[in-house]
């Protein structure tokens, strides 16, 4: 489960994209239907190859809305970032992007709507010209460009698949055991009582659970969950979740604050943080600077407190304190972003340190910037976490480099998310250095194992008369490093979830099994077979007969051997005719096509071709006209 956000201009078409991707119009204010213009945030869901399910908040693109639009945005995996072919980039393109670029939003696809609106290719050319420029030096440098148009529909199967792949590659949200919804909608419906929806994130949700709402700290009870409008009874990190609570009244819940479970989060009102501001900011911050501070789906007053410096200008980095009108639930590793209250613009953002900062700091102390310069590499229990995770597959070795952690500390934090369960170990190897230690996250070893199993009954599903999927296409499918997809399908072969013989790949559970129509068929053949197994029909007499998806099962069966390209045994005349040449090498030293042939009372053809499929088998070898054995006969499946 991944949730998608749009951004771009107002009128680029962001919701009646969406409603063309899903059948689900997002606007679902009456002014934004009149005004035929996002005002709040929207929400829709789509389904992708493969059941990929993904949740689409769509934002607002107008400038007035803008900080409608950061509420929408903090919880997406990627953005579907909208422009339309007519106008090209525009301002709120820029801004938007700079928001995505503070919030490290680092995957997407961008849409070029409206291209039925544009003849002249030359402007189409230029327009995505434009565009790679504007996104170039950004998070979505290098994002793939879809045209497509929304009203006839093409370009959509291109933008869908695009969106897929972009997916694909993103990891799906760690499950921290701490769950937090911010909430992002607030309604009361009849019969249920108050219904807040969010994207979950750090945890799961149950039905049951008792719930606090923060910052306010009134408690309720999960009555009933929802994801895509179905009912769930738990709901994990990462999904745009509808929670209904009872004993809590509409009233007492607004946008901006966060569902938990009592007692894992405290509000806070003075935080450490980083800040870096935003290029084209023309007047420098200055310290004690009022802000808007926007986080999740929270906005509330600041002030900044600069620390180390006395201004930050354009594109300068600094620590700063922001303390806080009203309490607020930040975490370690947030992202957030501030604004100038008037005139409204953007100016920056960075990472959360300390969500509960214990003192006003003298601005230029030495202990105190040396504390933040350490604070900024982040909690080793969740930089490892991040780090694994982005790569998805490392050494213990190297993700402790990677991490750029102190080598002591790292250790003690890595070994600890083992003990957890937050990291697994998917396998083991030995090199000169020692023993090194494979790890992925155990959401993501969980996720690949299950896609792998999948991928195996997917194809029993399309080739139910097919033995199994070759080991090597299973690979290929399943789009691993070699080395991950080997440890990881090695786990599945020990615990016997998949099977595999002669390179080929299935469930345990799964047979072939023929409709009593083909099974009249096959048994027509192996009469025929019978009546003749020494010049028995050819591969196409019997694809002519029972069919190629048939006459393939009964090879991977085992019940034909197939020694050539038109020539197949039954298995037991193989056998057979196989223990008669060793017996005759064995008493004659030889044995030559001639031979054979008159042995057998057989043509040329099938002669030569049994012999020279026991030379492929290396059974035999070949010298001169006649075959002998090989000293070390190597067994096959048939040997």
């Given at each position: 489960?991944?949730?998608?956000?749009?951004?771009?201009?107002?009128?680029?078409?962001?919701?009646?994209?969406?409603?063309?991707?899903?059948?689900?119009?997002?606007?679902?204010?009456?002014?934004?239907?009149?005004?035929?213009?996002?005002?709040?945030?929207?929400?829709?869901?789509?389904?992708?190859?493969?059941?990929l399910e993904?949740?689409?908040?769509?934002?607002?693109?107008?400038?007035?809305?803008?900080?409608?639009?950061?509420a929408?945005?903090?919880?997406?995996?990627?953005?579907?970032?909208?422009i339309?072919?007519?106008?090209?980039?525009m301002?709120?393109?820029?801004?938007?992007?700079?928001?995505?670029?503070?919030?490290?939003?680092?995957?997407?696809?961008?849409?070029?709507?409206?291209?039925?609106?544009?003849?002249?290719?030359?402007?189409?050319?230029?327009?995505?010209?434009?565009?790679?420029?504007?996104?170039?030096?950004?998070?979505?440098?290098?994002?793939?460009?879809?045209?497509?148009?929304?009203?006839?529909?093409?370009?959509?199967?291109?933008?869908?698949?695009?969106?897929?792949?972009?997916?694909?590659?993103?990891?799906?949200?760690?499950?921290?055991?701490?769950?937090?919804?911010?909430?992002?909608?607030?309604?009361?419906?009849?019969?249920?009582?108050?219904?807040?929806?969010?994207?979950?994130?750090?945890?799961?949700?149950?039905?049951?659970?008792?719930?606090?709402?923060?910052?306010r700290?009134v408690?309720?009870?999960?009555?009933g969950?929802?994801?895509?409008?179905?009912?769930?009874?738990?709901?994990?990190?990462?999904?745009?979740?509808?929670v209904?609570?009872?004993?809590?009244?509409?009233?007492?819940?607004?946008?901006?604050?966060?569902?938990?479970?009592?007692?894992?989060?405290?509000?806070?009102?003075?935080?450490?943080?980083?800040?870096?501001?935003?290029?084209?900011?023309?007047?420098?911050?200055?310290?004690?600077?009022?802000?808007?501070?926007?986080?999740?789906?929270?906005?509330?007053?600041?002030?900044l407190?600069?620390?180390?410096s006395?201004?930050?200008?354009?594109?300068?980095?600094?620590?700063?304190?922001?303390?806080?009108?009203?309490?607020?639930?930040?975490?370690?590793?947030?992202?957030?972003?501030?604004?100038r209250?008037?005139?409204?613009?953007?100016?920056?953002?960075?990472?959360?340190?300390?969500?509960?900062?214990?003192?006003?700091?003298?601005?230029?102390?030495?202990?105190?910037?040396?504390?933040?310069?350490?604070?900024?590499?982040?909690?080793?229990?969740?930089v490892l976490?991040?780090?694994?995770?982005s790569?998805?597959?490392?050494?213990?070795?190297?993700?402790?480099?990677?991490?750029?952690?102190?080598?002591?500390?790292?250790?003690?934090?890595?070994?600890?998310?083992?003990?957890?369960?937050q990291?697994?170990?998917?396998?083991?190897?030995s090199?000169?250095?020692?023993?090194?230690?494979?790890?992925?996250?155990?959401?993501?070893?969980?996720?690949?194992?299950?896609?792998?199993?999948?991928?195996?009954?997917?194809?029993?599903?399309?080739?139910?008369?097919?033995?199994?999927?070759?080991?090597?296409?299973?690979?290929?499918?399943?789009?691993?490093?070699?080395?991950?997809?080997?440890?990881?399908?090695?786990?599945?072969?020990?615990?016997?979830?998949?099977?595999?013989?002669?390179?080929?790949?299935?469930?345990?559970?799964?047979?072939?099994?023929?409709?009593?129509?083909?099974?009249?068929?096959?048994?027509?053949?192996?009469?025929?077979?019978?009546?003749?197994?020494?010049?028995?029909?050819?591969?196409?007499?019997?694809v002519?007969?029972i069919?190629?998806?048939?006459?393939?099962?009964l090879?991977?069966?085992?019940?034909?051997?197939q020694?050539?390209?038109?020539?197949?045994?039954?298995?037991?005349?193989?056998?057979?005719?196989?223990?008669?040449?060793?017996?005759?090498?064995?008493?004659?030293?030889?044995?030559?096509?001639?031979?054979?042939?008159?042995?057998?009372?057989?043509?040329?053809?099938?002669?030569?071709?049994?012999?020279?499929?026991?030379?492929?088998?290396?059974?035999?070898?070949?010298?001169?006209?006649?075959r002998?054995?090989?000293?070390?006969?190597?067994?096959?499946?048939?040997?």
């Amino acid at each position: 489960m991944y949730v998608i956000g749009t951004a771009g201009h107002v009128d680029h078409g962001k919701s009646t994209l969406i409603e063309a991707l899903t059948g689900i119009h997002p606007d679902r204010l009456k002014e934004e239907k009149l005004r035929e213009m996002t005002i709040d945030l929207g929400f829709a869901w789509l389904e992708l190859p493969g059941g990929l399910e993904v949740g689409i908040v769509d934002v607002p693109g107008h400038r007035d809305f803008i900080e409608n639009m950061l509420a929408g945005v903090g919880g997406i995996d990627a953005v579907l970032f909208v422009i339309a072919a007519d106008e090209g980039v525009m301002p709120q393109t820029r801004e938007h992007l700079l928001i995505l670029d503070i919030l490290q939003i680092q995957r997407g696809v961008i849409a070029l709507t409206k291209i039925d609106l544009v003849e002249d290719a030359e402007w189409l050319s230029l327009v995505e010209s434009d565009i790679q420029h504007a996104v170039e030096n950004t998070c979505l440098a290098g994002t793939a460009i879809v045209p497509v148009s929304a009203r006839t529909g093409k370009g959509l199967p291109e933008l869908k698949q695009a969106i897929y792949q972009c997916l694909q590659k993103t990891p799906q949200k760690i499950d921290l055991g701490r769950p937090r919804l911010p909430v992002d909608r607030v309604f009361t419906l009849t019969g249920f009582g108050t219904v807040v929806t969010g994207t979950l994130q750090d945890g799961t949700l149950k039905v049951g659970d008792e719930i606090e709402v923060l910052p306010r700290g009134v408690r309720g009870r999960i009555r009933g969950l929802q994801s895509h409008k179905r009912k769930e009874e738990i709901v994990g990190p990462g999904r745009r979740t509808a929670v209904n609570i009872s004993g809590i009244n509409a009233d007492q819940i607004q946008r901006g604050d966060v569902i938990s479970l009592p007692g894992l989060y405290a509000p806070t009102q003075r935080v450490d943080a980083t800040l870096k501001i935003a290029g084209g900011v023309e007047i420098p911050i200055q310290h004690n600077m009022e802000v808007k501070f926007f986080h999740a789906t929270s906005e509330v007053i600041g002030r900044l407190r600069l620390l180390g410096s006395e201004q930050l200008k354009s594109g300068e980095e600094g620590w700063v304190q922001i303390e806080f009108r009203q309490p607020v639930v930040v975490v370690n590793g947030d992202r957030y972003i501030v604004r100038r209250p008037s005139p409204p613009e953007t100016l920056g953002g960075g990472t959360i340190l300390e969500t509960n900062s214990p003192r006003r700091y003298k601005r230029f102390a030495p202990d105190v910037l040396e504390r933040l310069k350490s604070l900024s590499t982040g909690d080793p229990l969740q930089v490892l976490l991040h780090t694994i995770q982005s790569v998805r597959f490392i050494s213990d070795k190297e993700v402790l480099q990677a991490a750029r952690l102190d080598p002591l500390l790292g250790s003690e934090a890595l070994e600890k998310l083992l003990t957890i369960g937050q990291v697994v170990v998917i396998g083991e190897e030995s090199n000169r250095s020692g023993l090194m230690r494979w790890l992925t996250t155990r959401n993501i070893f969980d996720h690949e194992r299950e896609r792998i199993v999948n991928i195996v009954k997917e194809f029993h599903q399309k080739f139910p008369l097919r033995q199994g999927i070759p080991r090597e296409a299973l690979k290929n499918r399943a789009g691993l490093t070699p080395k991950a997809f080997q440890f990881l399908y090695q786990g599945l072969l020990d615990e016997n979830r998949l099977l595999e013989e002669n390179l080929i790949v299935r469930l345990p559970e799964h047979t072939i099994q023929f409709s009593p129509q083909q099974e009249r068929l096959v048994s027509r053949l192996m009469n025929e077979f019978s009546d003749s197994p020494y010049s028995p029909p050819s591969v196409r007499d019997c694809v002519d007969m029972i069919g190629e998806d048939v006459f393939q099962a009964l090879v991977e069966r085992g019940d034909l051997i197939q020694v050539a390209s038109d020539v197949v045994f039954l298995a037991s005349t193989y056998q057979e005719m196989l223990t008669e040449v060793k017996n005759w090498i064995q008493q004659h030293g030889s044995i030559t096509v001639a031979q054979f042939r008159d042995r057998f009372s057989t043509s040329r053809k099938f002669a030569l071709a049994f012999l020279e499929y026991l030379d492929q088998r290396r059974i035999t070898v070949r010298e001169g006209d006649a075959r002998k054995l090989l000293q070390q006969e190597l067994r096959g499946n048939h040997g």
